[in-house]
């Protein structure tokens, strides 16, 4: 059972986790603390959350594996605690799956941003079922199948998929395209972000008739490729 605004935090210091707890609770957030990857795994099992925050040293089952579980079962927002602050991590963080990272030393007030910024996205999900070559999207879901089975999607991966098919069969700007799936903190986000995502969602869908689901138009942006019923 997921609850509304429900926040998992999986962190091993003690002093981290219970700050990041007290501070999100007086903002209304519902919380569960994890301080180990095999501690939350076990709770995975029985519960989904709106939002998880995810330390990737972690004692017993490392981050990137607690990650892997959950893209696996669906696309709960993910959003890495880290100290890492290279382009080559940010990049791997993403080609990972998570939706979002923040690096350690963090203001709460930007996590917090962050956080709001990914329920939004969450939120813009429609209604009813669009069909495109392969693929079948449940919008209710936010999930994409294809040939019936569920394809493994981040939200931030979900939304520009959604985006795209929405505008077809007209181009989106990578402007426009920032701003509909980062919403307000588009002008945050590091240009490669954006050119990670769209490369994983390309390799996650595959091809239709020898094309890829997402065109490159030079000059202007992303169009979807493929007929949209």
Same mark, same amino acid.
């Given at each position: 059972m997921?609850?509304?605004?429900?926040?998992?935090?999986?962190?091993?210091?003690?002093?981290?986790?219970?700050?990041?707890?007290?501070?999100?609770?007086?903002?209304?957030?519902?919380?569960?603390? &994890?301080?180990?990857?095999?501690? &939350?795994?076990?709770?995975?099992?029985?519960?989904?959350?709106?939002?998880?925050?995810?330390? #990737?040293?972690?004692?017993?089952?490392?981050?990137?594996?607690?990650?892997?579980?959950?893209?696996?079962?669906?696309?709960?927002?993910?959003?890495?605690?880290?100290?890492?602050?290279?382009?080559?991590?940010?990049?791997?963080?993403?080609?990972?799956?998570?939706?979002?990272?923040?690096?350690?030393?963090?203001?709460?007030?930007?996590?917090?941003?962050?956080?709001?910024?990914?329920?939004?996205?969450?939120?813009?999900?429609?209604?009813?079922k669009?069909?495109?070559?392969?693929?079948?999207?449940?919008?209710?879901?936010?999930?994409?199948?294809?040939?019936?089975k569920?394809?493994?999607?981040?939200t931030?991966?979900?939304?520009?998929?959604?985006?795209?098919?929405?505008?077809?069969?007209?181009?989106?700007?990578?402007?426009? #395209?920032?701003?509909?799936?980062?919403?307000?903190?588009?002008?945050?986000?590091?240009?490669?972000?954006?050119?990670?995502?769209?490369?994983?969602?390309?390799?996650? #869908?595959?091809?239709?008739?020898?094309?890829?689901?997402?065109?490159?138009?030079?000059?202007?942006?992303?169009?979807?490729?493929?007929?949209?019923?």
């Amino acid at each position: 059972m997921e609850h509304r605004n429900s926040v998992l935090i999986v962190e091993d210091d003690v002093n981290i986790n219970g700050l990041l707890k007290e501070a999100l609770e007086k903002e209304g957030y519902i919380c569960t603390q &994890a301080f180990s990857g095999t501690e &939350a795994r076990m709770i995975l099992q029985g519960e989904r959350y709106s939002v998880i925050l995810l330390d #990737l040293m972690l004692p017993g089952i490392p981050g990137e594996e607690v990650l892997r579980d959950i893209r696996k079962k669906g696309n709960t927002p993910v959003i890495i605690l880290t100290a890492k602050d290279t382009i080559d991590d940010k990049v791997e963080f993403l080609r990972g799956g998570a939706d979002d990272y923040v690096t350690k030393p963090f203001r709460m007030q930007e996590l917090l941003v962050r956080i709001q910024a990914l329920l939004r996205r969450t939120a813009k999900s429609g209604h009813g079922k669009k069909i495109t070559g392969e693929l079948e999207l449940d919008i209710n879901r936010c999930h994409i199948f294809k040939n019936k089975k569920s394809v493994e999607l981040s939200t931030t991966e979900w939304r520009i998929a959604a985006v795209l098919i929405e505008h077809y069969p007209a181009a989106v700007s990578r402007e426009e #395209l920032l701003y509909q799936v980062w919403d307000k903190d588009a002008m945050y986000v590091e240009e490669n972000t954006l050119n990670v995502n769209i490369s994983r969602v390309r390799e996650k #869908l595959g091809r239709y008739d020898g094309q890829q689901y997402i065109e490159t138009v030079r000059g202007i942006g992303y169009r979807w490729s493929v007929d949209v019923k």
